[in-house]
């Protein structure tokens, strides 16, 4: 895997799914790391604070968290993904709650697709200050 980051003309043309699909993936490994590191334990109780972690009503938590601190350019990322077009909602969350976390992933793609991974880590680590302040 590369850490070359995207052209932002080409950024600029992906879709907030396509965005909140790869987000999706970085979010998750940044929670497994996280819970790795500090976790530790079986593999299932790994799995279960992952769960909670990432789910639509966590995630838009995190996002709400989040908002003072992004920059305006991740804003406008933020409802680019806020605003797509999806396609159902899974059990245990609202749709605003759904429409959120998707916006979540939107930016954590963005940042990664961009090349700003230690700017995804950095807001990463201020959801998970978050958490732990409620």
């Not at 680019?80 to 979540?104: E, F, I, S």
Request: some cysteine; overall charge negative.
């Amino acid at each position: 895997m590369t850490d070359a980051a995207m052209a932002p003309e080409a950024l600029r043309t992906m879709g907030g799914l396509e965005l909140a699909y790869v987000g999706d993936g970085v979010y998750e490994l940044l929670t497994r790391t996280y819970l790795a590191r500090h976790g530790g334990g079986r593999v299932g109780d790994l799995h279960r604070a992952a769960v909670d972690i990432v789910s639509a009503p966590a995630q838009a938590a995190a996002l709400e968290a989040l908002m003072p601190h992004m920059t305006e350019e991740e804003r406008k990322v933020v409802h680019r993904g806020r605003n797509a077009h999806v396609h159902g909602c899974p059990a245990g969350c609202t749709v605003a709650q759904y429409h959120a976390a998707t916006a979540l992933e939107a930016l954590f793609g963005y940042l990664w697709l961009s090349g700003q991974a230690e700017r995804a880590r950095e807001l990463f680590g201020k959801v998970l200050e978050a958490a732990h302040a409620s």
